[in-house]
Nanobody, 121 residues
Framework: QVRLVESGGGLVQPGGSLSVSCAAS????????MGWYRQAPGKQRELVADISTDGKTNHADSVKGRFTISRDNNKNTVTLQMNSLKPEDTAVYYC???????????????WGQGTQVTVSS
């Protein structure tokens, strides 16, 4: 069983900073692309950022220049540093990871349980 456990999140004022982290654990051979999605009330889930095993990143246009994704391959963790937060960044943030459980397995997508980020004064 593969588990993605998120931490961080919470309430922050507009213009503030916050980070969310996610750790993959359990029966896993290799973790490939890791990323963060978010879903605001009444809206579809959207990709925020993702990062490949070799560190290549992809950030949504709405967060470019404000959010930065990073990972630690030794610890199988991914972190999203969020700066200059806006009320429209309010959402549940979900961690994802493509994980191969054994050397013979193809990678499959796994999701965390989500963590709330609220930007409000």
């Amino acid at each position: 069983q593969v588990r993605l456990v998120e931490s961080g999140g919470g309430l922050v004022q507009p213009g503030g900073s916050l980070s969310v982290s996610c750790a993959a654990s359990g029966l896993l051979f290799r973790v490939y692309t890791m990323g963060w999605y978010r879903q605001a009330p009444g809206k579809q889930r959207e990709l925020v950022a993702d990062i490949s095993t070799d560190g290549k990143t992809n950030h949504a246009d709405s967060v470019k220049g404000r959010f930065t994704i990073s990972r630690d391959n030794n610890k199988n963790t991914v972190t999203l540093q969020m700066n200059s937060l806006k009320p429209e960044d309010t959402a549940v943030y979900y961690c994802t990871a493509d994980v191969a459980r054994t050397i013979l397995s193809s990678p499959k997508e796994h999701w965390g349980q989500g963590t709330q980020v609220t930007v409000s004064s």
